[in-house]
């Protein structure tokens, strides 16, 4: 079954600008992560995030994760052309063995 | 540190052929992850290992697919006979421990396409 699916599934902006996506899930969790995706290429991890914290920086990255409303939003601030790319949330469910990926959000930054 | 590689990077073949996959994972992770990403969706784990051991096939189309990971390190996923709904993406994973609590690093992937 889903337990990541993330909104919106595309998101287009300008240099600069700042970039939010959100992820929803179903099932309680343990932890929380994003990864990015670049086109053609593997998934590369951005930030873990513990179902514990609320919120976690990581340089241009925030994440924060509100576990009452099974959901998380990742913030871009300040985003370049090299941040195009597909952007996934991925939970491990409480078995904490598996990580289920959503869909991802599509974000294109324009220079 | 070098990554998770995979080979080939690309295969076509036709439909009830075999094809097989090759990954190996980052010196001293334990835990290697093969998933299958289809154009457009999130990647879907198909097999987990531990050491040389199974941790979680559930989604592995057990009629077709098979995965061994001998010696604990080097990986290898095959396909017999492919349908023309296996042409995705194979990605290879690897980690140090479980999947919930560390960061996985995948390698490039092998897009397979099956006419």
């Known amino acids: 079954s889903q337990q990541g699916e993330e909104d919106p599934q595309a998101l287009s902006i300008q240099e600069g600008e700042n970039a939010t996506m959100n992820c929803s899930y179903k099932?309680?969790?343990?932890?929380l992560q994003w990864y990015r995706q670049n086109s053609g290429r593997g998934l590369v991890h951005l930030i873990l995030i513990r179902s514990n914290e609320r919120e976690k920086h990581s340089g241009r990255l925030r994440v924060t994760l509100d576990t009452s409303k099974k959901s998380s939003s990742l913030l871009i601030t300040a985003s370049r052309a090299a941040d195009t790319a597909s952007y996934f949330c991925a939970t491990d469910g409480t078995s904490g063995s598996r990580l289920t990926f959503g869909e991802g959000t599509q974000l294109t930054v324009n220079p | 540190e070098a990554g998770v590689a995979q080979s080939p990077r690309y295969k076509i073949i036709e439909k009830r052929q075999s094809v097989a996959f090759w990954c190996n994972p980052i010196?001293?992770?334990?835990?290697l992850y093969w998933y299958q990403q289809i154009l457009g969706q999130g990647p879907k784990l198909l097999i987990q290992f531990q050491n040389n051991g199974v941790v979680d096939d559930s989604q592995l189309p057990k009629d077709r697919f098979s995965a061994e990971r001998l010696k604990g390190v080097d990986s290898t996923l095959k396909i017999q006979p492919a349908k023309l709904e296996d042409s995705a993406v194979y990605l290879c994973a690897s980690s140090f421990g479980l999947a919930g609590t560390n960061e996985q690093f995948f390698g490039p992937g092998t897009r397979l396409t099956v006419l």
């Open positions: 010196s001293g992770h334990a835990t």
């Open positions: 099932t309680s969790i343990n932890n």
